[in-house]
């Protein structure tokens, strides 16, 4: 039988092996780790000496001899090396017993290579996995999300991540339409990188351009009242620390404007070809936001007004890939080779 195939065992791992984050679910247990896909190594002797919080921590501020890398670009791997070196410690932090190698379930973005597949599962192998599956993130997101994808009525879902932007439009446990851009959360950092530097001179890095993305970033107008803070960095000119005040709108304007409309264009793409019994259905049922991305004030409105359709965010949308890849194993038992075969990525 299909499910003896599989079997259920209790370490069975999902992976949402993300370009800002890594999230790990366990069968049985939920998300067990999240944190930040990122490896410090020592620069002569490549070993590593950090990954996760304790790396990102260093991200900006490591001495001469030590170096804070992120193994992930746009989704997919970047560094063979230093991803595998974080997989096995992801692995082995969360199946410490080590009994029988865990089977793994990895959402990867639906646009990769045959290569970059090759690479994930080569990695996650290597890393201490006995099988890897690839589940594309737009299904595991939907699946995470609790989107009925097995009726024949069609579900629109928007994966909005560090590195990329996914758009699926799913029916019957398969996708009818789904595209992906190599655009998220990262380019909205390097975007307000590059506005500190273009309006003020001021030189910042990563780890405060994500601070002000998450702390004042917005779609459209904040309807309570725009935000502000102060960001502290060093003067390009003077080469002296520099603090200035920004607001919500200039970041909006001046730095989000265009990431946003080329996620916004990507939704309208999506819904121009779509077969016309799906447009009927997304009428009633919208279409559904996760990712880090969804969090972002005012997308869901920007979407909204730009399609005529309700966009919903999805309930915890940061871990919605994550969940979906662990209630796919626990569904492997219950489906056939077939419904497999139409849901993961070959």
Do not use: W
């Amino acid at each position: 039988m299909f499910g003896n195939l599989f079997g259920f065992l209790s370490n069975d791992i999902g992976i949402d092996l993300g370009t800002a984050n890594t999230l790990v679910f366990v069968k049985d247990r939920g998300i067990v780790l999240r944190e930040p896909s990122v490896v410090a190594r020592y620069k002569t002797s490549k070993k590593v000496c950090a990954v996760g919080n304790d790396a990102k921590r260093m991200l900006g501020r490591t001495p001469g001899t030590i170096e804070a890398l992120r193994p992930m670009k746009d989704g997919v791997i970047a560094d063979f090396e230093i991803s595998e070196a974080m997989l096995r410690y992801f692995i082995e932090k969360v199946d410490k017993r080590k009994l029988v190698p865990p089977r793994v379930v990895v959402a990867v973005p639906s646009g990769i290579t045959a290569v970059e597949k090759r690479a994930v599962k080569d990695s996650a192998i290597r890393a201490g996995a006995r099988e890897v599956l690839l589940l594309g993130e737009p299904m595991a997101a939907a699946i995470g999300a609790d989107l009925p994808i097995d009726e024949e009525y069609a579900n629109m879902i928007v994966d909005i991540g560090g590195g990329t932007t996914e758009v699926a439009i799913i029916s019957i446990s398969g996708i009818s339409y789904q595209r992906s851009i190599r655009v998220g959360g990262d380019e909205m950092d390097e975007a307000i990188l590059a506005y500190m530097k273009r309006a003020y001179g001021l030189l910042i890095g990563e780890r405060t351009a994500e601070e002000i993305k998450l702390t004042i970033g917005s779609a459209s107008p904040i309807e309570s009242g725009e935000l502000s803070m102060d960001v502290r960095g060093r003067d390009s000119t003077a080469g002296l620390p520099k603090t200035i005040h920004i607001t919500s709108q200039e970041i909006r304007e001046e730095a989000f404007s265009d990431v946003i409309s080329q996620i916004v264009e990507l939704v309208k793409n999506a819904l121009d070809r779509c077969q016309p019994e799906h447009s009927a259905d997304l009428i009633d049922r919208g279409i559904v936001m996760a990712g880090g991305g969804a969090l972002i004030r005012g997308l869901d409105q920007v979407i909204s007004d730009a399609t005529g359709l309700t966009v919903l965010q999805a309930d915890d949308p940061l871990c919605c890939v994550a969940n979906g890849t662990g209630k796919f194993l626990n569904l492997l038992g219950s489906l056939s080779r077939e419904q497999v075969d139409r849901l993961v990525t070959q």
